[in-house]
């Protein structure tokens, strides 16, 4: 049985009229990247308010890794939203918090003594996670990375890469900030010695390694473009960190809690990181972010230096509990991997049929394609990676891209997607290619890992 059902055009009516509302009460700054508005949610689908039902191949941006309104989860925050909604935990604690602190220590890599605390967002966690990084170093430096994504404040704008839209016109941004060439297998075969040589580079020109604290990373890029770095490059990084005494923070936002068919990505490259910042998927969709590092870097501020007043909301922390026990079997890790293999197998058919599809490449269920103008050059193909998301789109499938010139297609599907729904859903990006791409080729070549 098909699960896409559409009843009338995409966007439909209600979405249309729902559309021009939110441009007359939105900022045009705040994004609508599909013209759908959303009824209803469950396990990998959206209903739109027209009644279309929709494959969501996006998950929320990486949220909803354990799916759209699992059971569990919704009555685990219904209980807890009946006991109580708020208290602030600085001032009156509760269980649920300290016991998701727990579990998040003794998931996160590394076996040494950890410590973790919430707070609301992604970019919440990279401000938190540089703040205690400066504060255990004394140090005031950050190097961050080539087409980073890291959020929208100003700390994380600032260590974020892409000008235009994220960071346009909002300067002048943060001091000490450093920036280094990410390795990119796809276009730079010798991207690990490049990189590590751009670090030392960095140390030796412009600014000492004893004045670093923190070099930020994701361990597969997210908005860049689903960028999966070597191995060797990570075990330079961390030698590197070692070297100097520099706190390696990894932000695992949107890799982390099984998209990458492990709890954490940094797992894949045997990296234990210094400080781990997670969010996104850590509650299926309620806003929450923990910061989890080292004890001894970890409590380095003093009292009252770090929290906030929503950090760690109690229905958030219930939410994120109930979505823990649903990751800790391992099903969802080896689901994750299914579903990353059932996409690379089409999308290397793909590859040989289609010129504009320079690569294939991510982790588990952390997938992309990057389309190009031609293999060689390898140019952006940014109007048809639109044009086939839009496709998809008004077929039933909803998709966003990623990469610094909007050119790479990521899958970041809830991962109780079914076998038939992901055939269902690339049968669809299959057409869109047959309708806008076209050429046919001979070479299939995968970056993936
Ligand atoms: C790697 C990474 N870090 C940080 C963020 C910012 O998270 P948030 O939007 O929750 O602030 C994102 C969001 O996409 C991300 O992908």
Redesign the pocket.
Known sequence: MKTISLLTDVPGPKSIELGSRKQKAVPRGVPQITPVFVRSASGATLTDVDGNVFLDFYGG??CINAGHTQPAVVEAIKQQAEAFLHTCFMVAPYESYVALAERINKLAPGDGEKRTFFVN??????ENGIKIARSYTGRPAILCFDDA?????YM?MSVTAKEKPYKHGFGPFSQDVYRVVYPNPYRNVNATAESLQAIEDTFRHRIPASQVAAILI?PVQ??GGFIVPPIEFMSGLRALCDKYGIVLIA?E???GYCRTGRPFACEHFGLVPDIL?S??SIASGMPL?AVTGRAEIMDQPGPGALGGTFGGNPVSCAAALATLKLYEDGSLCARSKAIGKIFVERACQWQQRFECIGDVRGLGGMRAIELVLDRKQKLPATDLTKQVTRYAMEHGVLLVTSGTYSNVIRLLVPLVATDAQMHEGLDVLEAAFEALAGKEVQQCATSAH
């Open positions: 941006i990486g967002s992604g970019a919440e966690a990279v994504y890291h959020g929208r404040t994380a994701e997210g908005e932000d936002v949107q890799t910042l969010a996104k972010a």
